[in-house]
Nanobody
Framework: QVQLVESGGGLVQAGDSLRLSCAAS????????MGWFRQAPGKEREFVGA????????FYADSVKGRFTISRDRAKNAVYLQMNSLKPEDTAVYYC???????????????WGQGTQVTVSS
């Protein structure tokens, strides 16, 4: 069992940066792939990026590639989403999730946090 809690969301202006954190509890956290997803009002949840259990592999949605970076600190049981050059279209609730395989499919992730709101004003 893994519990996930996101933090770090807020209101920023276009072009600003923000770092989201996801704190995990559970003995087996280090063996999980960690993903970030987001959901804007009236839209389906979409994949943002994911990081392997070792932290050695990452991949991102095209919409955030080059602007967002995922990292993890296994000693702290934490995963981070560094978001740079934010755009109004990045406005959404951001969720972290834990799963066993590194994919963009939300259905493959077993555990989810409650989400944190990110709002980017123009």
């Amino acid at each position: 069992q893994v519990q996930l809690v996101e933090s770090g969301g807020g209101l920023v202006q276009a072009g600003d940066s923000l770092r989201l954190s996801c704190a995990a509890s559970g003995r087996t956290f280090s063996s999980y792939v960690m993903g970030w997803f987001r959901q804007a009002p009236g839209k389906e949840r979409e994949f943002v990026g994911a990081i392997s259990w070792s932290g050695g592999s990452t991949f991102y949605a095209d919409s955030v590639k080059g602007r967002f970076t995922i990292s993890r600190d296994r000693a702290k049981n934490a995963v981070y989403l560094q978001m740079n050059s934010l755009k109004p279209e990045d406005t959404a609730v951001y969720y972290c999730a834990a799963g066993m395989i590194i994919t963009a499919m939300s259905a493959t992730y077993d555990y989810w946090g409650q989400g944190t709101q990110v709002t980017v004003s123009s």
